[in-house]
């Protein structure tokens, strides 16, 4: 199917999301040099360039981070000719450093730096205001309200980023972004612009001397700029003789304009925001008596306005928040309580069931997070399912004791009250009270299996470890007078596998280490039923806030997961870092071999480039071993006892260490077999109550598969004690 940005045919409309349009717009400009990283809402901006790329000319990339984009970019506007990099708002954050300066540095070729705001957090870990940064930067800003004037302004951008010499931001939200709308092409640039670096010029070079006299320049480029504000073709009055004004910027202004009737107001559309058109503004005040401004995020326009000494009604007058998207409903209501629309219908509010994000189905992470909660397990008992029938003792003591004798049992029954019952064994707890109160060292944490060892030799029953065991998970043993406690029959407890009600489950824990996140699917670790991840600041920040928390003391063992992707952005200077400082850190780089969270753009591990090139695949191994790790283990997380093995090593291991868990998104391969249940299922929930797999739910009398929804991979076998999971036939 043809690319719709690369149509030849001017003057024709097609149905453009925002991010498209822009791709457009960029395209109709004779861009020849387009960069990015992927994050949504931003994505397809490239992926959309890279459509039309053979068609035009155009050369494409996937940078491995914003910063590297944002450079690469630069590189080829100092040529002389167009290109544009594009990023979400916290991708700019990456880029800052490089953005900031070139608005010194100026440009030759037009520069264009396509930027995404994500208004309501979509997919996001913070809001920002790109309107600021401008402001921040110096860097002037068109804030698109949508589709049709992101690619107009795209392509507008170019020629202000060549009048002016500087780059340009063309602004866009989530909504406008996503949403699609009919949008009229233009023609696109046929001429060819001379390729020519100026060696001789001293502007490249940002040395201090220098950057004072660009700092001069930049404010000399500011005022022409904000004349060309003032007069900008997206900055537009409509004085339709009211005493009352709506200014608005981006979406706002649209969704205004759809709930008021429009001629009852005179309205100023601002586009080219910064530089802020001030005497534009002054001129519309002047024709009437009150100002409300509509803008999503923070009051930039607002208070713009109030800096040249204009009274405006905005965010706190309209109770328009700073937090989260506008929608027209939020709008209508701003407005009806000023009295100037009529309220909002009261629509029924549907009982929806919730739709949490989950990992896929067949997902690596799942499998992994599974077995790093595993590395230390215990048996866990719902005392909803207990009955108290005692089977759970007599099964250990036969196994351990080759005798029916609930009395030498390292699992207890206990009678809560005449309704409630509960079955208790060592959870191996943090700091373990019972070693510590032992005055004879006869207890100790097995680093083989991570559960308390009972050395029979140096015991002598004092009972110190059964006063300190708050569970009341230590007996003495009645022939030997010893301490007895659960060793989890080497990670597969009879007592589990032969509870007739499904009461008891092998659970692994996740509160007896620290795992910092990162940025990608993997972070949905945090949440239930796994509740493995338990930070997530920015791209590569969990390795290096892991090395914080080892220097600050922390005494459990720390994790720090972040995807092979995200390893390639940021996360290489952090397991530099811990090289170089000694921390005693793990860092576990989930390798699914693409941008997976984006839409499973390549990485430099894919062995692919954006056009689908082969490219050189960049082994991870290797990369850790040149930033100095000594200690590095490749797991398949589909192979949950030899990954437990591994994470059960690195818990042990002194000094910073490497696990590559490398297995292919499940998406981008062909399904296996799928699974089914068997009569053997006893329900004890395992599965999904510790799992989480969202293809396995839970009947009344038994767990089933979904097959619609089963990807094959196999673990939920794994992960049964009864080996009540098999391929379906």
């Known amino acids: ?159 202000l980023s060549e009048n002016l010499k500087l780059p340009i931001i063309v602004r866009l939200t989530t909504r406008v972004a996503h949403g699609k709308a009919r949008v009229r092409l233009g023609s696109i640039e046929k001429s060819r612009r001379k390729v020519e670096f100026d060696k001789v010029s001293s502007k490249w070079v940002m040395v201090p001397s220098n950057a004072i006299k660009r700092h001069r320049v930049l404010k000399e480029k500011l005022k ?60 519309f005040s002047n024709n009437v008596n009150k100002m409300l401004v509509v803008e999503e995020l923070r009051p930039y326009v607002e208070n713009s306005l109030k800096c040249v000494r204009i009274e405006v009604l905005g965010k706190e007058k309209l109770e328009l928040d700073e937090i989260g998207e506008f929608t027209p409903d939020k709008i209508r209501e701003a407005f009806a309580k000023l009295g100037l629309a009529e309220k909002a219908e009261t629509r029924p509010e549907l009982d929806l069931p919730a739709r949490p994000p989950v990992l896929c189905p067949g997902c690596p992470h799942r499998a992994f997070y599974y077995a790093l909660n595993a590395a230390s397990q215990f048996v866990s008992c719902d005392p909803r399912k207990c009955t108290g029938c005692d089977v759970c003792e007599y099964v250990c003591s036969s196994e351990k004791e080759k005798t029916f004798n609930p009395t030498k049992s390292r699992i207890r029954a206990i009678r809560l009250n005449t309704l409630s019952n509960l079955a208790v064994a060592c959870r191996t707890c943090k700091d373990a009270p019972c070693v510590v109160a032992c005055p004879k060292d006869a207890l100790r944490l097995s680093l083989e299996n991570r559960t308390i060892a009972v050395d029979s030799k140096k015991c002598d029953g004092c009972g110190w470890c059964i006063a300190a065991c708050e569970y009341g998970a230590v007996t003495m043993h009645p022939d030997t007078g010893k301490a007895i406690i659960c060793d989890t029959c080497n990670g597969a407890p009879e007592c589990v596998q032969w509870c007739p009600e499904g009461a008891l ?59 092979d992707s995200t390893f390639f952005h940021a996360g290489m200077p952090g397991l530099l ?57 490749t797991v398949d997380p589909y192979d949950l006892r030899k990954t437990t093995a591994v994470v059960r090593e690195m818990t042990n291991y002194i000094g910073p260490s490497v696990i590559i868990a490398e297995r292919p998104c499940p998406l981008r391969i062909e ?59």
């Open 577 to 633: 870092n811990i090289v170089y400082n000694k921390s005693n850190v793990c860092v576990i780089i989930l390798d699914n071999h693409v941008v997976a969270m984006t839409g499973h753009q390549p990485t430099p591990g894919s062995g692919k480039n954006l056009l689908g090139e082969a490219a050189k695949a960049v082994r991870l191994e290797d990369v850790a071993r040149g930033l100095g790790i000594e200690k590095i283990e």
């Open 224 to 283: 022409t700029a904000k004349a060309m504000a003032n007069n900008s073709k997206f900055n537009i009055i409509e004085d339709n003789a009211s005493s009352v004004g709506i200014v608005g910027s981006g979406i706002g202004y649209y969704y205004a304009r759809s709930i008021l009737d429009s001629e009852n107001f005179s309205w100023l559309k601002l586009g080219m925001v910064y530089p802020f058109p001030s005497e534009l503004v002054r001129k």
């Open 505 to 563: 489950s092998f659970k692994g824990k996740a509160n007896d280490k620290v795992v910092t996140g990162d940025i990608g699917c993997y972070t949905l670790g945090f949440l239930p039923p796994l509740e493995t991840v338990q930070t997530c600041l920015c791209m590569g920040a969990g390795i290096s806030q892991a090395a914080g928390l080892s220097h600050a003391g922390i005494k459990e063992k720390i994790f720090a997961v972040i995807g």
């Open 671 to 729: 399904k296996g077999p799928i699974r089914e249940i068997l009569k053997d299922c006893n329900k004890c929930g395992l599965c999904v109550e510790a799992f989480g797999c969202p293809a396995i739910f839970l009947s009344s009398d038994r767990a089933e598969i979904d097959p619609t929804l089963c990807y094959g991979c196999g673990v939920c076998e794994q992960v049964c004690p009864l080996e009540a999971i098999r391929r379906k036939e």
């Open 1 to 159: 199917m043809p690319s719709k940005t690369a149509s030849n045919k001017s003057g024709i409309y097609l149905l453009l999301s925002g991010d498209e349009a822009v791709a457009r717009g960029a395209i109709e400009a004779g861009v020849r040099v387009a960069a990015s990283y992927p994050g949504t809402p931003s994505t397809e901006i490239l992926e959309s360039i890279a459509e039309a790329a053979a068609d035009f000319d155009i050369y494409v990339e996937w940078s491995v981070n914003e910063i590297v984009a944002m450079e690469v970019a630069s590189g080829a506007s100092m040529a002389g000719v167009r290109s544009i990099v594009s990023m979400k708002h916290v991708g700019l954050n990456v880029a800052a450093d490089a953005a900031m300066t070139l608005a010194y540095t100026g440009i030759e070729g037009g520069m264009v730096i396509a930027v995404c705001d994500d208004p309501q957090m979509h997919s996001s870990q913070n809001e920002q205001d790109t309107r600021y940064f401008a402001l921040h930067s110096n860097i002037p800003l068109l804030d698109a309200g949508n589709p049709q004037e992101a690619l107009d302004m795209t392509r507008e951008a170019f020629e």
